[in-house]
């Protein structure tokens, strides 16, 4: 392979950071972005690498950032919480917390934890939704010398009974009473969890007031033994047997995430004006990317705001209210946020200016692009006028939708699209897209400022290499990856990336300036809009058991949800029709037949006893013939071939998602 130089791109004239400064070769104090260091195999770039913005952490661990920051500002306010949901309540709903406070709370909580007998590397798992408490319970865990264990408040019995068993919880904190009544039967086969706290009885509060009778010592010792190395959390993420898997991520995995991301994201992290810098969370605390941005706000002291509910009307509410300078987001809600507004303009009749405002945008949007990739010149004259046109009456619009301040959102989880991320950027609004793994603790590749391409997932996170094997499988490496999966029958934790180089399952390529293009999953797991990962193989071989089913394909990757395409099983019907009084009669005329339909509900009903929400199959479509190999639906090995499959029923598959 042959090296191509690196080169820097100037960025803006505010003042850089020491570590920023140092890291890229900074000029006459403006901050630089490093582009990308690529290597060539056969003129094609299979690697790409950005060096590190930020020093490695050697000393220490993510239990000291609360009192660090109570040691250098203790006034500043980190964190507001909401305190009520009050329509209309606007910001006397938010109770800011400062530094001070907040370590205070962390203090006792973990005193607490340490008085109920937990030790360390005891592995504490919470249940909840997006909520303050779940922030306070990361840091009060990691500062006792605990593991944390999130577990979706969305799991099923089944899956948070394995979480549990395989992390050897000790202790489980649900968010509700329905949650833990729920967990309550199979406590029988969980012989190591012995404390059972509910947030909404109170039960956080209660481990505040369990340990002031312990020194702040006590924490301090526990806190003294944890470094870079130590074991931080295990994050369960489901596998293509559709078990999850626990991932070992390590406190150094996330200083190596949070550090290089703040460095890079320096818009989002650091002021650059005297307006706050503030981010509004609301995507799930179980997910490495709502953990990893909490974390990377407590560490750059960026007011930090929880919203629990994904309800429109809830979540627009908040966002009034909170008003954050950037949202951390998925596709899913950058399009329920356009599509409301365009509801919205269709109530009041005005559809064809709002449209025209759309095209507008994206067509502003496509022009900055290629004017940063050199195959354009930049918007023209006219189209700046026609978006100075349009701001005040679509655009401006949709940012208070978003609470007024929003400027920047980090998008990730599945692919934003082209043409919505156009729309936002011509709307004012730059989206850094990303792309990561729970292996990976977040982002391995993120959008750098002021830098954006279109149709790709951006650069490497410095401190990052990227490379594409010789079968398109995207592989990744840095210190961000991480150590082992968890295996409790070898031990502990297993390495998952012995070499280096962690395999993602995904395909990709990277283009001549190192963005980073998602071309595939190699092994056909979806990963709907939401961002939740759904193993198809599991649903399909349950559902190809029932006697009138034949095949069976799991659909929904950047789709809102989970749907399916079903083939009928021919001997299976004949015998289904005479059982039931019924003359036999050509498949395709059973389509859309009401009695076969609520039988195969009621098999799907079933698959989706096993699964939570966001992976249960919602609607299915009836196919009027079978997949065969003569049609090219399947191998020689009855394999389904996904991308014939989905070309050839293209039409039916939209009616799934239409209405």
Known sequence: MSAVPSSAVPLSSAAP?????????????????????????????REAAVPPFA??????????????????????????RRTGRTKGAGEGSWTDVTAAEFAGQVMAVAKGLIAEGLVPGDRIAVMARTIYEWTVLDFAAWAAG??????????????????????????????????????????????????????EKGHVERLAEAGPHLSDQEVEVRRGVLGPDSLATLIYTSGTTGRPKGCALTHGN????????????????????????????????????????????VRARVRLGHAQSLQTEELLEDLASFRPTCLLAIPYMLEKIFN???????????????????????????????????????????????????????YRRIRNAMGGRVRYAICGGSPLGRRLAAFYAGAGIEIFEGYGLTETTGA???????????????????????????????????????????????GGVVPAAPDGWLATGDLGRLDDEGYLIITGRKKEMLITAGGK???????????????????????????????ALITLDLDGITHWCRMNGRHPVPVELLVDDEELRA?????????????????????????????????????????????????????????????
């Open 17 to 45: 950071s020491a570590a920023s400064s140092a890291a890229t070769g900074a000029a006459h104090g403006a901050p630089v972005l490093v582009e990308p260091e690529t290597r060539r195999l056969d003129g094609v770039v």
């Open 55 to 80: 020093k490695p952490v050697r000393h220490g661990s993510l239990a000291d950032l609360p009192f660090d920051n109570a040691h250098a500002v203790p006034d500043a306010v980190v964190l507001s």
């Open 146 to 199: 605990l593991v944390t264990v999130p577990v979706y408040p969305t799991s099923s019995v089944f899956q948070t009974r394995w979480i549990l068993h395989d992390s050897g919880a000790v202790a489980l904190i649900t968010e509700t009473a329905a949650q833990a009544a729920a967990i309550g039967p199979e406590l029988e086969h969980l012989p190591d969890l012995r404390h059972l706290w509910v947030v």
């Open 254 to 297: 996330f200083f190596a995430e949070v550090d290089n991301a703040i460095e890079l994201l320096y818009p989002v992290f650091k002021a650059r004006t005297s307006e706050e810098v503030s981010v509004l969370l609301f995507l799930p605390m179980s997910h490495v990317f709502g953990r990893m941005v909490a974390v990377a706000c």
């Open 340 to 394: 409301t507004a365009r509801a919205r303009a269709e109530a009041g009749r005005r559809v064809p200016a709002f449209d025209r405002a759309v095209s507008v945008a994206r067509r502003y949007g496509e022009a900055v692009d290629a004017h940063h990739t050199g195959a354009g010149q930049g918007p023209s004259g006219s189209l700046k006028i026609a978006r100075a046109f349009y701001d005040p009456l679509v």
């Open 444 to 490: 391995s590749t993120i959008m750098p400022p002021l830098q954006p391409r279109l149709g790709t997932v951006g650069w490497p996170l410095p401190g990052t290499r990227i490379r594409i094997a010789a079968d398109g499988e995207i592989l990744v490496a840095g210190e961000h990856v991480l150590r082992g999966y968890w295996d409790p029958q070898a």
């Open 533 to 563: 990962s759904v193993a198809p193989a599991p649903l399909e071989n349950w559902l190809r058991s029932h006697p009138l089913i034949s095949q069976c394909l799991v659909l929904g990757d950047g789709r809102p949800y989970v749907s």
């Open 599 to 659: 039988v195969l509900q009621r098999a799907i009903d079933e698959a989706n006893r096993m699964l939570s929400r966001p992976e249960s199959i919602r609607r299915f479509a009836v196919l009027p013939h079978d997949f065969t190999e003569d049609r090219g639906h399947l191998t020689p090995s009855m394999k389904l071939r996904r991308d014939a499959i989905l070309r050839d029923f293209a039409e039916e598959v939209e009616g799934l998602y239409r209405g």
